[in-house]
């Protein structure tokens, strides 16, 4: 049975100089038609060295399902490679944030962004077509600050389909459990949409080294609930940059004994975080 993703993992992973100048032109084309002067949504695309995923990430963004007026707009993170350039050829508007981290390039789409709903989304990721449409009706839904949406990692020799089924069933009941009182600590940046005014108000923290979405999510729940969207056409896919080169086992070892450090948190609701000395930026 074939998967929603199979066709863009032709170019996935691969050199810019091998993707075939016709899916290079239909994403283009297609972009070019998604594009609204009035859209609802934001759908920011950040980068950094990312000429091997980049393209796919379009690739799929170009073919998506969403009866709502969207823009579609990039933020390279002054790669080194040639992702500036497939943005220009993508032909979406994109800007470049010359201070690195994933807070800095975020909050550079924010100041861009039109759309009264943002969504972060990253290269490395693609996002089945009814993503977003899906996404934006929990968005819209009264008492709504943001949502968050589940996601897998592709199959490969060294990670096995039902390895990978399990240790995400794993985790996805773990981060279920955490949501009723710590629902920020379940935010994953790759799946993260927002109400964009409430988002200016809020700015992303540069101040550290990870978790500035999680930091959104909770600067966020002051206006409403943070919803978690567990539909499977809402499911995105992604590389192993939190697995990396470990087999799942080891992984879901190392998992458990970070997550077990004060396990009692998930059990009480804060309003601020208590920030991690080697977490903070010029600290180790």
């Known amino acids: 049975m074939a998967n929603w993703y199979d066709k863009y993992m032709c170019i996935y ?9 016709e899916v290079i032109d239909g994403t283009r084309e297609r972009l070019a038609k998604l594009q609204s ?5 934001s759908i920011v695309v950040i980068g950094y060295n990312e000429e091997t995923h980049l393209q796919a990430c379009l690739w799929a963004i170009s073919e998506i399902q969403c009866k709502y007026p969207v823009e579609i707009i990039g933020v390279d993170n002054d790669s080194k490679d040639r992702t500036a350039e497939i943005y220009e050829k993508s032909g979406i508007p994109y800007y470049t944030e010359y201070q690195h981290s994933c807070g800095y390039a975020r909050r550079c789409g924010l100041q861009h962004a039109k759309g009264k709903y943002y969504f972060d989304v990253d290269s490395d990721t693609l996002y089945p077509p009814q993503y977003y449409e899906v996404m ?3 968005l819209m839904q009264p008492g709504v600050s943001c949502a968050s949406a589940t996601w897998s990692f592709f199959p490969d020799a060294q990670h096995s389909a039902l390895g990978l089924k399990i240790f995400e069933m794993a985790r996805d009941l773990f981060l279920w459990i955490q949501h009723f009182k710590r629902p920020e600590l379940s935010v994953r940046g790759l799946v993260f949409a927002y109400n964009a005014e409430y988002g200016r108000k809020e700015p992303y923290r540069v101040d550290i080294i990870r978790g500035e979405d999680g930091s959104m999510a909770l600067a966020l729940k002051k206006y409403g609930k943070i ?3 567990r539909d499977k056409r809402c499911r995105a896919i992604t590389g192993y940059g939190t697995v990396g080169n470990e087999s799942l086992w080891q992984s879901f070892l190392n998992h458990v004994k970070i997550q077990m450090k004060g396990i009692s948190r998930i059990f009480h609701s ?5 920030d991690a000395e080697d977490n903070l930026v010029g600290k180790k």
Not at 13 to 21: A, C, H, I, N, T
Not at 37 to 41: C, G, N, S, Y
Request: proline content about 16%; overall charge negative.
């Open 13 to 21: 992973g691969k050199p810019f100089s091998e993707v075939p100048q």
């Open 37 to 41: 002067p009035e859209p609802l949504a």
């Open 136 to 138: 934006l009706e929990h």
């Open 227 to 229: 919803v978690f969207v």
């Open 270 to 274: 804060v309003d601020h975080y208590e």
